[in-house]
């Protein structure tokens, strides 16, 4: 208990806000602290982009970003002053330290993931990796392989990479998903074809959280020899993740999904059997090569820092997050019905939890939840008015993909911050449904599939 | 495509005008606003002057940003279109 206290104090005064937009005459924080006092305070409200706050919002945005750990700021503090010398500079001291501080980092990386030290690539984080591989492995092998397997449900950047394969002539698979959000395998099977150059399955999405089935893909790659890669990001420290039971052949990690700093991650390249790609950066033939560029030491430290505890504490914090999960799921379930869970609830990560209520829309929904910061898959919040593509890829229907929440539970969220949540949320959610016509049709008894949508 | 459905309600009195107006909506923040603004308006017109509405003035007093300027058109199509005017017309 003690322990837990220390952590969300530290990490209160952390997140202290700095710069000037905040009045900062008192200790701000957050609404969990303040909830046993009334909102009356004026003296802690937060007015910013013309919304009024109560208090810097609970964070459950998770899947976004993470905060730092204190213990990886504690490292990266030390090494930002005492690391300063180029890694890459062979012939001083400032260069040999600086140089194994990364290499520290390597093997702290690399034991996360059951690889060799040799076999890691620092560079700027997933995207950059997800780039480099999709790119740089088809463009190696463009002779001969012209095909790639994906997954509707990737992120964007491995999407928009594929994109960009096809508008260079390459063919994309793009795999649909059953309505738990897995792949399925027999379809897998079928798109492979003599020219498949790779398949990339990430490894825990993002949006809903759930885990693929990574051993049985890596044996039908093995199978067919084809290099595997997966977008691990959401994955590495939170579920046990290994290169070899897995098979992959490529893996993009970051690390500020981790407690780690932002710009940095690091991309997993196979040595036996050995897999070849052309490099995105070109330059001084850092990183084997594969990516050119003086490496920023002190996010590369940031970020061993963070594998070394998640490995550590991978465990505890999976048991803990696990019951975060459980309070907030029945909490809500206790107070509301029409509570759907998008994705498999048994395949899934357990800090991640997207949830859909039913005839109320996902946007008003967060315009109303300001005191928690958690994130849509809502039309509406996204600039293009296109609800989000991972949960029509599951099917959901339309009405009820407007209406998803995606609360993201870590380390350093507390029971007070959950039991919040689901107040905050229980309340708004009635007080949506009370406006809703969609509601009242329901408890009328008319079937709100008939509903006849005009296009505009 | 965003979704949003809107009811309005109505209460007419002999001389057509308008004396009371509820409304429900299912839709993203703007739309809810754009909705609230309408049935606020329409208290004290005429049944016929409700019907020659237009959504710019709507749009300009909420400040819809261009991503949102649908939702006031919904709403005006809405009001417009809703049973409780045509039949207040013809009682």
Not at chain 1, 241 to 250: C, G, H, L, Q
Not at chain 1, 403 to 418: A, D, H, K, L, V
Not at chain 2, 6 to 24: G, L, M, N, Y
Request: net charge neutral.
């Amino acid at each position: 208990m003690a322990s837990k206290a220390i952590f969300s104090t530290i990490r209160r005064s952390l997140t202290k806000p700095r710069g000037g937009a905040v009045s900062r005459g008192h200790h701000l924080s957050t609404s969990a602290a303040t909830a046993s006092e009334s909102y009356a305070g004026d003296e802690h409200a937060i007015v910013m982009k013309g919304v009024r706050i109560s208090g810097r919002p609970l964070y459950l945005d998770m899947q976004s970003t993470t905060p730092l750990d204190p213990r990886v700021f504690d490292a990266m503090n030390a090494s930002s002053i005492y690391d300063y010398g180029n890694p890459h500079s062979r012939t001083h001291l400032y260069g040999w330290e600086a140089e194994n501080a990364v290499e520290v980092a390597r093997i702290q990386v690399a034991k996360l993931i059951g690889a060799s030290p040799k076999e890691i690539v620092f560079l700027s984080g997933a995207t950059e990796a997800n780039n480099t591989v999709v790119k740089g492995v088809m463009h190696f092998y463009k002779d001969k392989k012209r095909h790639v397997i994906t997954t509707q449900t990737e992120h964007k950047c491995v999407l928009d990479s594929c994109r960009h394969l096809q508008q260079e002539g390459f063919e994309v698979t793009y795999l649909p998903v059953k309505t738990d959000g897995l792949v399925d395998l027999e379809m897998l099977r079928d798109s492979i074809r003599p020219d498949t150059g790779l398949v990339s399955v990430m490894a825990v999405n993002n949006e809903i959280g759930v885990v693929q089935p990574m051993e049985e893909i890596g044996r039908i790659c093995k199978e067919h020899k084809i290099p595997f890669h997966t977008d691990a990001a959401q994955a590495i420290g939170k579920i046990p993740v290994d290169v070899e039971k897995w098979n992959v052949s490529f893996m993009s990690m970051s690390g500020h999904k981790i407690y780690g700093p932002k710009g940095v991650g690091a991309m997993y390249v196979r040595r036996r059997p050995r897999v070849r790609l052309e490099p995105l950066m070109n330059g001084g033939g850092q990183e084997r090569g594969l990516r050119s560029g003086t490496l920023a030491t002190q996010q590369v430290v940031g970020f061993g820092v963070a594998c070394e505890l998640a490995m550590k504490e991978m465990e505890y914090d999976e048991k803990w997050i696990k019951r975060l999960q459980e309070r907030l799921l029945n909490g809500v379930r206790e107070k509301l019905d029409g509570v759907v869970v998008n994705g498999s609830l048994e395949s899934r990560y357990a800090g991640n939890l997207n949830l859909s209520f039913a005839y109320v829309e996902g946007e008003s929904l967060l315009m109303g939840l300001k005191e928690v910061a958690v994130s849509s898959g809502s039309a509406c919040t996204s600039a293009s008015l296109e609800p989000s593509y991972v949960l029509r890829a599951l099917g959901v229907d339309e009405d009820m993909a407007h209406t998803s929440i995606r609360f993201g539970i870590g380390r350093f969220t507390t029971e007070e911050e959950i039991d919040k949540a689901v107040e905050l949320t229980v309340k708004q959610v009635d007080k949506l449904r009370e406006m809703s016509p969609l509601y009242e049709m329901v408890k009328d008894g008319i079937d709100i599939k008939n509903i006849q949508w005009s296009q505009h | 495509s965003s979704y949003f459905l809107t009811t309005f309600q109505i209460k007419v009195d002999d001389s057509s005008h308008i004396t009371d107006s509820r409304f429900k909506t299912f839709g993203c923040g703007a739309s809810i606003a754009a909705s609230s603004v309408t049935s606020e308006w329409v208290k004290g017109e005429t049944v016929s002057e409700v019907l020659t509405i237009n959504n710019t003035a709507n749009a300009k007093h909420l400040r819809l940003p261009p991503v949102k300027l649908h939702c006031s058109v919904l709403t005006e199509d809405a009001i417009k279109k809703k049973k409780a005017i045509a039949d207040a017309a013809v009682a």
